[in-house]
């Protein structure tokens, strides 16, 4: 079954730093994400993102696990998965927040929003010359495939698994690397070459 995504999940922006930039607080009791930490390596590194000291009412406008987030502007419209954060977190600049209603998975939402076919529909829909834009209404026209929740499910965890596979592989080639480097330094050594 096909549906708009208006029909499967709410999207907004944050409006706590949606216009203006937050000022870094140092120690403050939250931490910010730009539309440049969801285009880049994600998960992003929690402690080099900006704190903020946030109020009560700001707090209450935090991101939840699960969330959706998604870039409004530039070149790049990866959704990510937001699985949590040590400190709250929060969005700065034009970033939707997409929350998904009971009829869908978020993992298996976030998947079929960068199957390459949507996010080639998502470009078809920016508006803009200089700055190209997505604006609210298109995302929300966007015709997802919802199969069942289990279905969604076993969709999550096969891509699950092969992310997992990724991360893997990658530290296994690292520590090759990291051997290989090792046996030559050692090598240098005993011949009383190395510097």
Same mark, same amino acid.
């Given at each position: 079954?096909?549906?708009?995504? @208006?029909?499967?999940? #709410? %999207?907004?922006?944050?409006?706590?730093?949606?216009?203006?930039?937050?000022?870094? !607080?140092?120690?403050?009791?939250?931490?910010?994400?730009?539309?440049?930490?969801?285009?880049?390596?994600?998960?992003?590194?929690?402690? #080099? *993102?900006?704190? %903020? @000291?946030?109020?009560?009412?700001?707090?209450? @406008?935090?991101? &939840?696990?699960?969330?959706?987030?998604?870039?409004?502007?530039?070149?790049?419209?990866?959704?990510?998965?937001?699985?949590?954060?040590?400190?709250?977190?929060?969005?700065? !600049?034009? %970033?939707?927040?997409?929350?998904?209603?009971?009829?869908?998975?978020?993992?298996? *939402?976030?998947?079929?929003?960068?199957?390459?076919?949507?996010?080639?529909?998502?470009?078809?829909?920016?508006? !803009?010359?200089?700055?190209?834009? *997505?604006?609210?209404?298109?995302?929300?026209?966007?015709? %997802?495939? *919802?199969?069942?929740?289990?279905?969604?499910?076993?969709?999550?965890?096969?891509?699950?698994?092969?992310?997992?596979?990724?991360?893997?592989? /990658?530290?296994?080639?690292? /520590?090759?690397?990291?051997?290989?480097? &090792?046996?030559?330094?050692?090598?240098?050594?005993?011949?009383?070459? &190395? !510097?």
């Amino acid at each position: 079954m096909n549906v708009k995504l @208006d029909q499967i999940a #709410s %999207v907004r922006t944050l409006m706590t730093f949606r216009d203006r930039a937050p000022l870094d !607080g140092g120690d403050g009791n939250a931490c910010v994400l730009a539309i440049r930490d969801i285009v880049s390596r994600w998960p992003p590194d929690y402690a #080099s *993102l900006p704190r %903020v @000291d946030a109020n009560d009412d700001q707090l209450a @406008d935090r991101l &939840h696990e699960g969330d959706i987030l998604l870039p409004g502007r530039g070149s790049s419209y990866p959704a990510r998965l937001f699985q949590g954060a040590p400190l709250p977190a929060f969005t700065s !600049g034009q %970033v939707f927040v997409i929350r998904t209603s009971r009829q869908a998975r978020p993992s298996y *939402l976030c998947w079929y929003l960068n199957r390459p076919d949507v996010q080639a529909g998502i470009t078809q829909l920016l508006a !803009g010359s200089a700055i190209q834009a *997505l604006n609210k209404s298109s995302l929300l026209r966007i015709e %997802v495939a *919802l199969p069942s929740l289990e279905q969604q499910q076993h969709i999550a965890d096969l891509q699950s698994l092969a992310q997992r596979r990724s991360r893997l592989r /990658l530290e296994l080639e690292q /520590l090759d690397h990291a051997e290989i480097e &090792h046996a030559c330094e050692a090598l240098l050594e005993q011949r009383g070459l &190395h !510097g």
